[in-house]
């Protein structure tokens, strides 16, 4: 039992390496996350789904904070997760709520399924230059922007 | 001194564990220098409830899944297994050890190659669907062979291979597993074309055939071909998706008998230029009698629907949305002809929706709507939810929900009133608690009134979740398919872990 617990809370201690993916990106091409790291910034995996408030909400304040200070050194990744049901409102939406982040395709969840098991949203996931997950957001947080250059300061 | 070493030993397995999980089963795996890593999760469920219709019997349960799995370069290996524990009385009976799922796969640029358990979907999944949904404890897949090649602007997929379904779901209202007592082969091929940056046309086709497991012959052949165009961005503005399918189904050996075909086609059209948004569906499908498929229902508020075999709806949708706050109204009227429940029934449903930020910066969301098969039956609905932080990521949530139904018009004192309310509580990112209440005065059963506690516990890799009380049962749905399960008495703990 001990050694469960200690496994337990050293594991959730531990700076996990994020699984990488190349997915499709919504109005073509593909996008790869390895590509997207770059040395000193960090870079934020926003998951989100067409019928979900919370993220729209999450995705506006980060166009809107990030957008307002460029000196903020993180960069933005959305991956949708919007089933066959529901895939096709995924454009108008990102046109309505004004969404310029890119935005990778997961249809059938398996980006979504490594990185969150629950598939439970919103969910975010800040990593390093080096793909290292630094923190995570289940729910949307409205200062996770202060969160996460709190954490990127400590990891630089 | 044992201890420190112990942990010394988690930790080196945890950090590879997590070395390896940038091998993602349907992703391209990202090139990366060699080396053997290991990855593992666990799902366990621990419930102790009644159980079928011995009412007054408490049965222990637990279930439990792990998957471990290994990559080396570009392939990866995966195997899932169950274990079960039932105490006396349980419908399903205790199952030491059973091998769910197994699969080996490679992933290039732009080649996929999987042997063993895959999931599979064609379209919209009106043709073709097997997925995973822990919800109703379902996850069929294709045990077989499969391979995917998808440079740019082409995607074509070929498999062929027999289906597994879950043998021991590790859920609480699990649906019956759809080859329990069949064995069902299969074999299709899907191929898309990209027309322009924003378009393209694909086609499909699947070839099915089922035997009893106690007969030695196939008693069934399915052959399904469609046809799917997608544009998107026209003009900016809009959105077309149209995709139509053709089933035919033989009963083999018995060549005097016909199926009547079946069709199957939807088409979606969406105007959006900030603020409005106006979606207009259309569904038809005709004896679209078919297991393995998820189709799109159009269903706002799914209540009671539980027919995609043979309906055919058009629903119109419009919405506005404020700037600024995540703000909207939205109104939408579906129409229909459910050919399920008689033999031609007009169905309507309209639907009003609205949500917004309020007072002390609070969330608020209100739906109220009417659906009524002509002559048969309608159900009212009315739903309302609200969240009120009180300090940095601490919140209060509150939910109402209300049904009148009638389920037979020519008998209207055959009521059914159901109100669902609950009350939560979010202590942190990580921690939440709720209690649930329901009433039902009109229900013909002796217990009337449904009350139950349940909490949230959520650590990075770790997440734990126990109830314990009574819920009614009813409708549930989960990702656009809905299914009726029944009542639940008793306490249970869901854990889920990954390494």
């Known amino acids: ?156 | 001194m044992k201890t420190k070493a112990l942990l010394l030993v988690g930790l080196f397995v945890v950090s590879q564990s997590f070395a390896e999980s940038d091998s993602s089963s349907a992703l391209e795996l990202i090139p990366h220098e060699g080396g053997f890593k290991f990855s593992a999760s666990d799902h366990m469920m621990a419930s102790s409830a009644t159980e079928g219709d011995q009412s007054d019997i408490s049965v222990l349960k637990i279930l439990n899944e792990t998957e471990v799995g290994a990559e080396w370069g570009e392939y990866v290996a995966s195997l899932g297994w169950t274990n079960r524990y039932a105490s006396q009385g349980a419908v399903e009976p205790s199952r030491a050890l059973q091998i769910e799922k197994k699969s080996l796969h490679g992933e290039w640029k732009d080649w996929v190659f999987r042997l063993g358990d895959t999931h599979v979907e064609f379209g919209k999944g009106i043709a073709l669907s097997l997925y995973r949904d822990q919800n109703f404890g379902v996850d069929t897949t294709l045990e077989g062979g499969y391979l995917r090649y998808h440079p740019s602007g082409w995607d074509t997929q070929v498999f062929a291979g027999r289906l597994n379904g879950w043998d021991n779901p590790v859920a609480i209202f699990n649906l019956e597993n759809p080859v329990a007592s069949n064995e069902v082969v299969m074999a299709g091929a899907s191929s898309k074309i990209a027309l322009s940056d924003t378009s393209q046309l694909g086609g499909h086709y699947l070839f099915a055939m089922r035997r009893p497991l106690l007969d030695t012959r196939y008693e069934r052949r399915w052959n399904t071909m469609g046809l799917s165009f997608n544009q998107e961005g026209l003009f900016d503005t809009l959105d077309f998706y149209a995709e139509t399918n053709l089933m035919l189904e033989d009963r083999l050996g018995d060549p005097n008998f016909y199926f009547p075909e079946a069709y199957g086609s939807y088409a979606s059209f969406t105007w959006s230029s900030s603020p409005w948004k106006v979606k207009l569906e259309g569904k038809d499908y005709r004896n679209y009698r078919f297991d393995f498929r998820r189709p799109p229902t159009l269903e706002e508020d799914i209540v009671v629907s539980l027919n995609t075999e043979n309906v055919s709806a058009t629903r119109l949708m419009t919405e506005r949305r404020f700037d600024g706050t995540v703000e909207s109204v939205a109104a939408s009227y579906l129409l229909g002809e459910d050919r399920a429940e008689r033999a031609s029934t007009a169905l309507h449903h309209i639907v009003l929706s609205t949500k917004g930020v309020g007072l002390l910066d609070s969330h608020w969301e209100a739906k109220v709507g009417y659906r009524r098969l002509i002559e048969l039956s309608d159900l009212a609905h009315v739903a309302f939810k609200l969240k009120v932080p009180t300090s940095k990521k601490q919140a209060v949530e509150m939910g109402y929900r209300k049904q009148l139904s009638r389920a037979n018009l020519s008998q209207p004192e055959l009521r059914q009133d159901r109100n669902m309310m609950d009350v939560g509580y979010t202590f942190s990112s990580q921690l939440s608690a709720s209690l649930g209440y329901e009433f039902i005065p009109t229900a013909n059963e002796a217990n009337q009134n449904f009350v139950n506690l349940s909490a949230t516990l959520k650590m990075d890799a770790l997440s734990t979740r126990a109830l314990i009380g009574q819920t009614s049962g009813g409708t549930l749905c989960s990702a656009g398919v809905c299914r009726q399960v029944p009542p639940f008495s008793g306490a249970y703990l869901e854990l889920s872990y990954s390494l």
């Open chain 1, 1 to 156: 039992m001990k050694f469960l617990v200690l496994w337990l809370v050293a594991s959730s201690l531990y700076a996990k390496p994020a699984p990488l993916f190349h997915a499709d990106v919504l109005g073509g091409g593909k996008l790869s996350l390895a590509e997207n790291l770059k040395p000193g910034r960090g870079t934020l995996v926003s998951f989100w789904a067409t019928w979900c408030s919370p993220c729209m909400e999450e995705l506006k304040h980060l166009a809107k904070v990030l957008g307002k200070d460029s000196k903020i050194p993180i960069d933005v990744i959305t991956v949708n997760v919007d089933t066959s049901e529901t895939s096709s409102d995924v454009r108008s939406t990102a046109r309505l709520e004004k969404i310029l982040f890119p935005i990778a395709l997961d249809p059938t969840h398996r980006i979504f399924g490594k990185y969150n098991a629950e598939k439970a949203l919103p969910y975010s996931v800040l990593l390093n230059g080096q793909g290292t997950i630094l923190k995570s957001f289940q729910g949307y947080q409205p200062d996770m922007v202060e969160q996460m250059q709190a954490a990127l300061r400590v990891a630089n």
